[in-house]
């Protein structure tokens, strides 16, 4: 059925993509492929593997015998993603970087190249899938739970949905690397990547010094206002962060029912004064929400769910499915209810809400 038309794979050099352009050649497809370079700032080997991805390209293009286009989106990707990245920081949230670079740069000026060469659909290697389902295009969850993705991906409309296939929706990831293995790509066993979106992985903190200067602050209980140390800056902490206070021989003080040597948590960040207050026990009554207002709302179908029904939330990647309904709902913003109280749920982040299988769409965390 699919001789003959043509689709672009987004390549990145691992072996999820890798398997997804195989998948589609198998299927009829004819496929191209597209590298993305999306970012330029100190694109060395140490931290920003986009040399080694390239290489690690071409191979598998050659064994795949497909044709592979290199695209500099990196203009692109510091307006659209970057700036707006900082931007969060600066205002004491955490954004999530992942979100926005997929709805901006992988299904938006990707997909924007793609038709300019007349390719009739794009791909990639993401664990999610599409279906078309009574005249609407829904984005749902992939087979393997443990990497779904659609959390990330929340943001696709129906444009970009209707363009876009995910070949590896279900399948798992041993299956993925067995047919890597099987059809001799190279990448079969190569390490996922798990750094900030086309930045790599590097130590965060001193990649966020270069852009958002140091400003040195306190730390304070949140509980009884005590002193118990200084920050380099609030903007490189976030809610629910234990490591890297500094403080973890500070007993506690009126810290309700935890013990006296429990961790610290941040729990709230004051910019305005410069303050990291943080509390201590990760069950901390201030650590746990009930509801959260989001912003920014994008739905999937293109208009937003009923209110008062029972969905399920994730206010972050590898949260569990937490049920849930939605209230006030209006155009840009909406109160999320919890059955439970959530830990830590983050200013910035995004929270993605699910019919069963069904990812409807979400927001950002206010």
């Not at 496929?31 to 700032?41: A, I, P, R, S």
């Not at 609407?136 to 409309?157: C, I, V």
Request: charged share 25%.
């Amino acid at each position: 059925m699919n001789q003959g038309k043509s689709v672009v794979v987004g390549l990145s050099g691992g072996v999820d993509s890798s398997v997804a352009a195989l998948l589609l050649k198998r299927q009829g497809w004819q496929v191209h492929g597209l590298f993305m370079k999306n970012w330029e700032d100190d694109d060395t080997d140490e931290y920003c593997s986009s040399r080694q991805d390239l290489v690690d390209v071409m191979s598998v293009a050659d064994t795949l015998g497909i044709e592979v286009e290199a695209v500099n989106f990196a203009k692109q990707y510091r307006e659209r993603v970057f700036a707006r990245f900082l931007d969060e920081y600066r205002a004491g949230r955490t954004p999530n970087p992942d979100v926005l670079c997929n709805s901006e740069i992988k299904f938006n000026a990707f997909l924007e190249h793609a038709r300019q060469i007349g390719a009739e659909r794009i791909a990639t290697g993401h664990y999610a899938g599409v279906r078309e389902f009574q005249g609407k295009w829904q984005l749902l969850k992939a087979e393997d739970g443990n990497k779904d993705q659609s959390y990330f991906l929340h943001r696709l409309d129906q444009r970009q949905l209707a363009s876009t296939l995910f070949p590896l929706a279900g399948l798992y990831k041993r299956e993925v690397r067995r047919i890597a293995e099987e059809a001799g790509l190279h990448v079969a066993l190569k390490k996922d990547s798990t750094g900030i979106c086309f930045i790599g992985e590097r130590p965060f903190k001193d990649f966020l010094t270069r852009y958002l200067p140091p400003a040195k602050g306190e730390i304070r209980c949140l509980d009884d206002d005590r002193l118990l140390g200084e920050h380099d800056g609030v903007a490189y902490h976030t809610i629910g962060q234990r490591k890297g206070l500094h403080i973890g021989g500070v007993k506690g003080g009126k810290s309700g029912d935890t013990g006296d040597h429990d961790a610290w948590f941040v729990a709230r960040k004051d910019v305005f004064r410069n303050i990291l207050y943080v509390v201590q026990g990760h069950s901390h009554p201030a650590l746990q929400s009930d509801e959260l207002s989001a912003r920014e709302l994008s739905w999937v179908a293109g208009e937003p769910p009923h209110a008062h029904w029972v969905y399920t939330a994730k206010t972050r990647y590898r949260q569990t499915d937490a049920p849930c309904e939605l209230e006030r709902v209006g155009v840009d913003s909406c109160m999320v209810r919890f059955a439970e109280p959530q830990w830590a749920v983050t200013p910035g982040q995004s929270v993605a809400i699910y019919e069963s299988r069904v990812c409807l769409g979400g927001g950002v965390i206010v």
